[in-house]
């Protein structure tokens, strides 16, 4: 059974950086598109970040310029650094793995950007 099991939340103060962890078990990691969701309370979940199986990226226009999306296919891993934190980045971050029709999420890691 496909998992991915995201490390790296945690408290931070504003300004502050934190790098998010994905790792998936199973075979041919390098195959799939890899992307970043979150969720803050109260509100729908959101697409952050995608890295796709040929390395190209793409961002959510609230995170360019400070969140990088990175793989490493050898080590079955996606990252996520995320720079220069605000507090509307606090949210519960997901990683999805996608191809074709099919998609498999992470459980999740708790981001909080607070003072």
């Known amino acids: 059974q496909v998992q991915l099991v995201e490390s790296g939340g945690g408290l931070v103060q504003p300004g502050g950086s934190l790098r998010l962890s994905c790792a998936a078990s199973?075979?041919?990691?390098?195959?799939?598109?890899m992307g970043w969701y979150r969720q803050a309370p109260g509100k729908q979940r959101e697409f952050v970040a995608i890295?796709?199986?040929?390395?190209?990226?793409n961002y959510a226009d609230s995170v360019k310029g400070r969140f990088t999306v990175s793989r490493d296919n050898a080590k079955n891993t996606v990252y996520l650094q995320m720079n220069n934190l605000k507090p509307e980045d606090t949210a519960v971050y997901y990683c999805?793995?996608?191809?074709?029709?099919?998609?498999?999420w992470g459980q999740g890691t708790q981001v909080t950007v607070s003072l």
């Open positions: 999805k793995r996608t191809l074709g029709l099919r998609s498999d």
């Open positions: 199973g075979s041919g990691f390098s195959i799939y598109n």
């Open positions: 890295i796709t199986s040929s390395g190209s990226t």
